[in-house]
């Protein structure tokens, strides 16, 4: 047949000129690492610099401190990922944490009485922990059939859950810590121990939250590296149209990334009660902020379609490690907010550069 | 119309984009209050010739003279102080604002302190719609509350705000209804009159008599004739438009198909599609042709789930399935090349994940992967098909227009699809890959598939195709099985609403 000139306006820009094939694997390897280690590397010089700047840094006590603080933190960046992976956000992270967690706490110290001798509680901590996760599971369900069945925006939808949940978590709490030291007849005056040793305890010498967060980093790794939801979250994330005329699910899909960011919030707030010993409605403020800044920080596209959870992991890190040092240094907390702020910008300021210069 | 004076003169414009030779030595001109249609087929270079007139794209030799002057390298911004002006077949009019805001945008008029003169500036509207005869519109409206002919009144009527006198419409008829065409081609009229010249691009034959003066019609690149539009009878224009190619034949000669595979009937999708009914064969390729805006798109659209349908059945090895979603399709065997190449990739992943995409819709979520298997899965597909660069970690944004559509082939074979779609498979790709394309489909149906091919471009219908059924209007309007059809006759009944409704 004879040749039809192309439609010039579908013509794709050329392929991008090869690198130097005398590239030698040194530097192969060194790119390799500065693409995808960026903030790794990050991570290591913050803690060079504390470890010379102050001697309390590598005390076994302030190390510990971090892990627990950073460990809550990673597990609510690790559910934020499988979201913005999917090109969403999650703005209600840090109310669902503060629901379950005070869902658990007044069902493990209080008695709920319904009638004058039928009554629950309070219950034992294997009863109140999976309700406590299972809270958070549905909240992210809810969210996720809001975004797909009401075709809201993610964004909105969330930062209604947000306002929504911590009022929830105010009612059931009545506004107060759990356990109070006014506790009703019937209740407990502190929280099960198992609770405690989840958020204070060690196995090992680790603690016992960067245990748990370090199970959950796996296993979610295994999940989107793996697994067929991994796969369609990337598509979905990377192009939802292409995602749907591939036959991937796109709705369902994004329900599954509200639901587990929804669990992973409800695990992240018990762990955090179980810190602090104790639960209350604002526990969770300002978290959904730091688990979105940790996951743009762990190399994350905020767009969606790239990243994955080690970096988030070490975006949990870096943000925990910069407050503690912060800290150490005598720095007020004035200008800790400053400086936090700053370095979110300037690192993603770094990542862009470097996915620039250094991509394929 | 050669008494009146001369707008525009395009002379021998040159333009080569990375393998084709998109204008050869284009010669074209412009009187005032003159009509002057451009006629070809898709990717005959009239959309080239315009971006150069508009100064979207840059001539690589050739003059353009207007009104007598010579113009030097043509910005888009400097087209427009010439009074250059376009209207193109996607409107550009930001929804959300009012017709005046629209119409006046970037330009409103100031008062002192900056303050937006709002009465003024929608007396300004309304005197430019009122120019255009239309007086129904009124400026305060939002534009996404206009209809899609209002919308394209309120685009002429911004362009020509800016002192428009070359005024090009593109197909401003695709989407309008009888009687907003009418009211289109009055418009038209009262702008003759006013002295605007108008380039009028469209794939309607029928239209050419009704508004033109003049018609140029291009093919391949190059203007094969101009003449006054009493010399511009269908036929003379038809073979114009496709040309005498020798060696034109088909492929092979009638190909033996088996048992029916697919089967569709009454097929209704509203606005779209009217009782269509059509059946595939294994082994098949079975070529569908309508001009731009047909109802070809929404028929794959429709077969694929990707869009409802009122009513129909569709039937694969005589067994009725339905298909609510794509995902139903890829499950009931259909693959489906879209005509967005892009919108189709994934393009931050590499070759393998998109290659097997349409297998994941299918499994349990925790199913788990084997990722070797896919890599190597798709480095057959890579050996097979040529992908270039052979590179597994290469994101697929970075694989050419024909590579990328390489890895679609590759993911819908891949996908054991015995059905396959290809809307314009050979869009914007260069010759080679094209072959390629061909030579790939032919083996697929040499393997028992059914293929579905819909192309607008003429040659690559007749060569492909062992049998063709011609769109229009939502509606099969002729089927070609035995006896292939001239050029002509197949661009005939794909463009004339007046005969032969069958």
């Known amino acids: ?360 | 119309m050669s008494s009146e004076p001369t707008l525009l003169e395009m002379q021998q414009i040159e333009k080569r984009f990375p393998g084709v030779h998109a204008l050869k030595a284009v010669d074209f001109d412009l009187h005032a209050g003159e009509v002057h249609v451009l006629l070809g087929e898709n990717g005959a270079g009239k959309s080239t010739l315009m971006k150069v007139l508009c100064g979207t794209e840059s001539r690589d030799s050739g003059q353009i003279i207007i009104r007598g002057e010579p113009t030097d390298d043509l910005t888009p911004k400097q087209a427009q102080e010439l009074g250059i002006g376009m209207v193109f077949q996607e409107l550009s009019l930001v929804p959300a604002l009012s017709v005046a805001e629209n119409i006046l945008i970037g330009r409103l008029p100031r008062r002192s302190f900056g303050m937006i003169d709002w009465s003024q500036a929608n007396d300004i509207a309304r005197e430019n719609l009122a120019r255009l005869g239309v007086t129904h519109i009124d400026p305060h409206t939002p534009v996404r509350q206009l209809n899609v002919a209002e919308q394209q009144l309120t685009e002429i009527a911004r362009v020509l705000s800016r002192d428009c006198q070359i005024l090009l419409l593109d197909e401003p008829t695709s989407a309008l209804s009888e009687t907003e065409v009418d009211r289109l081609f009055e418009t038209i009229q009262r702008l003759r009159e006013q002295a605007v010249g108008i380039i009028y691009i469209s794939h309607r034959l029928d239209e050419v008599a009704r508004i033109g003066q003049r018609v140029t019609v291009m093919r391949d690149g190059a203007v094969v004739g101009t003449m006054p539009v009493e010399a511009a009878d269908r036929d003379t224009v038809v073979q114009l438009m496709v040309g005498h190619k020798p060696g034109e034949q088909r492929a092979d000669a009638q190909r033996r198909t088996g048992p029916s595979l697919l089967r569709i009937e009454n097929l209704t999708v509203q606005d779209h599609l009217y009782q269509l009914t059509l059946e595939l064969h294994q082994g098949e390729i079975l070529g569908i042709f309508g001009l731009m805006g047909a109802g070809q798109t929404e028929l794959a659209d429709a077969l694929f789930g990707l869009l409802p349908h009122e009513s129909g059945a569709i039937f694969i090895d005589n067994q009725p399935v339905q298909i609510d979603h794509p995902g139903d399709a890829v499950a009931a065997g259909i693959g489906y090349l879209t005509r967005d190449r892009r919108g189709s990739l994934i393009p931050v992943q590499p070759i393998a994940p998109n290659v097997t995409l349409p297998l994941i819709g299918g499994l349990p979520l925790l199913r788990s992967l084997n990722l070797r298997d896919e890599r190597s899965a798709a480095n057959k597909y890579i050996q097979d098909l040529q992908v270039r660069p052979p590179d597994l970690n290469r994101s697929v944004r970075y694989l050419s227009g024909g590579n990328q559509q390489k890895v679609l082939l590759a993911r819908w074979m891949h996908s054991g699809a015995r059905i396959l779609i290809f809307d314009e498979p050979t869009r914007g790709i260069d010759v080679g890959a094209k072959a390629e394309v061909f030579a790939l489909m032919r083996r697929l149906a040499n393997d028992g598939i059914g293929i579905i091919m819909i192309s607008s471009e003429i040659p690559e219908v007749l060569s492909m195709s062992d049998r063709i059924l011609v769109m229009r209007d939502g509606r099969f309007k002729a089927e070609y099985a035995s006896e292939k059809p001239t050029q002509a006759e197949l661009l005939h009944s794909a463009s004339y609403a007046t005969e032969q409704v069958s």
């Open chain 1, 1 to 360: 047949m004879t040749e039809q000139p192309i439609n010039p306006q579908a013509i794709e820009p050329t392929e991008r000129k090869e690198k130097p094939s005398q590239t030698n694997s040194m530097w192969r390897v060194v790119r390799r690492f500065l693409l995808q280690g960026g903030p790794l590397i990050a991570l290591l010089l913050l803690c060079i610099y504390l470890a010379l700047a102050t001697p309390f840094f590598l005390t076994e006590g302030n190390i510990t401190n971090v892990l627990r603080r950073g460990a809550v933190l990673a597990i609510l960046a690790i559910g934020q990922t499988f979201v913005i992976l999917s090109a969403g956000i999650d703005l209600s992270v840090g109310s669902v944490a503060a629901l379950s967690a005070s869902v658990s706490a007044v069902l493990m110290t209080q008695r709920i009485e319904i009638t004058e001798t039928l009554f629950i509680g309070p219950v034992d901590f294997w009863v109140g922990l999976p309700i406590g996760i299972g809270v958070g599971a549905l909240a992210g369900l809810i969210n996720g059939l809001i975004i797909t069945r009401g075709r809201i925006p993610d964004f909105i939808t969330t930062l209604g859950a947000l306002v929504t949940l911590q009022g929830l978590a105010l009612l059931i709490t009545d506004g107060l810590p759990v356990p109070s030291y006014s506790s009703a007849p019937g209740a407990l005056s502190s929280l099960p121990e198992q609770l405690t040793w989840l958020g204070s305890g060690a196995i090992l010498g680790i603690p016992v939250p960067a245990v748990v967060a370090l199970v959950i980093v796996i296993i979610a790794w295994y999940v989107l590296r793996y697994t067929a939801l991994g796969r369609a979250i990337y598509a979905v994330g990377g192009n939802r149209e292409a995602a749907r005329v591939s036959g991937i699910r796109v709705e369902r899909t994004k329900v599954a990334v509200y639901v587990i960011s929804g669990m992973l919030a409800g695990i992240a707030g018990i762990v955090l009660a179980g810190r602090l010993n104790s639960a209350n409605a604002l526990m969770g403020q300002g978290q959904e902020l730091d688990s979105i800044a940790a996951v743009v920080i762990g190399g994350t596209n905020l767009f969606g379609g790239e990243g994955g959870v080690f970096g988030s992991l070490i975006g949990a890190l870096i943000t925990t490690i910069l407050g503690n040092g912060l800290n150490l240094l005598n720095v007020s907390s004035f200008w800790q907010q400053v400086t936090q702020g700053l370095v979110i910008i300037l690192v993603v300021i770094f990542d862009q550069w470097r996915r620039r210069r250094f991509s394929t």
